[in-house]
């Protein structure tokens, strides 16, 4: 009976700590993707003939910092 409750509370733990680790990992990518955007329409703003050159740079950029969040969640 006691190694039951021992190894429900270690999944327990895992469990918790792999949501704070994963909430932790995700915050720089998201505020990466945040100041992106924003950098970007400020540049579309300024110079909306070269729309097509920043939002194909944009999403290569975005794609790039997401992969930081995905990698977050894989390696748990």
């Known amino acids: 009976m006691a190694l039951d409750t021992y190894s429900t509370t270690i999944a327990v733990a895992s469990i918790a700590v792999s949501g704070i680790t994963i909430g932790i990992g995700v915050i720089g990518p ?3 993707e945040g100041r992106a ?3 970007a329409l400020s540049s579309l703003a300024q110079q909306p003939d070269a729309s097509a050159t920043i939002t194909r740079t944009l999403f290569v950029g975005l794609a790039m910092i997401e992969s ?3 990698y977050c969640f894989v390696s748990l």
Do not use: E, K, N, S
Request: hydrophobic share 80%; proline share 0%; aromatic share 0%.
């Open 30 to 32: 998201a505020i990466g």
């Open 68 to 70: 930081l969040a995905i």
């Open 37 to 39: 955007v924003a950098t």
